[in-house]
């Protein structure tokens, strides 16, 4: 049995103590299975935990999910430490490095008047560091949401000056694309309508980028109100020893109302 007074202090020192330990024949069966690839899912569902509890504002929440993502980091970083590739020492090299490389309006003679002409001396380094061909929406993960996927890479385009100039402008080209979708609706191809409605989305993301909304954010509340509102309605009509599954259109209307009334 390990002996807990023989684990520094430090936080981090132990933490990094701790998943070694784990990781040794005097260990955990279950840590000592884990490979990369295993706690792939452990990974994005730890940082989507941490998402949700920013989301919350929830900071003893938030304390804790940014803990249960940092031991992912120092297990993977340990795990490749056991192979020889890297340590946890190497990773946060690299991204000291990486900050002071592409700051350098902070640590060089380089000037940067706003966010803007940072984001674009930014992407213009990205490519230079990768070969100077490279385009510049490498590196925007395929596993990500596509909503989220959608926003950066509206963002990438952006800011090299592909972008609207006004709101407005994505307002008229939201309702263009709606009409296109109408008239594919008409003719009843589910193949041009998967394609108009993907239109419809992208253009309603690059709406929320211009109104500086986060989409993601934006449709998780309105998930949230939706849920809340719909359970509101399943309360108020069990009081009345009803189901929903059994009241007209007009009535569940009536019930979304009162629950909108309840919860704005």
């Known amino acids: 049995m390990a002996h807990l007074d023989n684990l520094p202090q430090e936080p981090l020192a132990r933490l990094r103590a701790i998943v070694s330990l784990l990781r040794s024949p005097q260990g955990c069966p279950w840590d000592r299975e884990q490979t990369h690839d295993s706690l792939r899912s452990g990974l994005l569902e730890e940082a989507c935990e941490v998402i949700d509890a920013i989301t919350k504002k929830d900071d003893e929440n938030f304390t804790e999910e940014l803990g249960d993502l940092l031991l992912q980091i120092v297990f993977h970083a340990d795990l490749a430490a056991e192979r020889g590739a890297f340590t946890l020492e190497d990773v946060a090299h690299c991204i000291c490095e990486k900050l002071i490389r592409r700051h350098p309006h902070v640590f060089g003679e380089d000037q940067a008047a706003d966010t803007k002409a940072v984001l674009r001396k930014w992407e213009q380094m990205k490519r230079e560091e990768k070969g100077g061909d490279v385009s510049i929406m490498e590196g925007i993960p395929r596993a990500l949401p596509a909503l989220v996927r ?115």
């Open 150 to 264: 959608a926003a950066n890479i509206q963002k990438k385009a952006a800011r090299l000056g592909f972008d609207w100039s006004t709101s407005a402008e994505v307002v008229d080209k939201f309702h263009e694309e709606m009409a296109e979708l109408s008239a594919e609706i008409k003719a009843n191809d589910r193949q041009k309508m998967e394609h108009e409605m993907g239109d419809i989305l992208f253009t309603a993301v690059n709406l929320a980028r211009k109104l500086r909304v986060e989409p993601e954010l934006a449709l998780e509340r309105a998930n949230q109100r939706f849920m809340a509102r719909f359970q509101h309605m399943e309360q108020a009509t069990r009081q009345q020893n009803r189901q929903l599954e059994d009241l007209s259109l007009a009535e569940l209307d009536n019930f979304w109302e009162q629950a909108k009334a309840s919860l704005p």
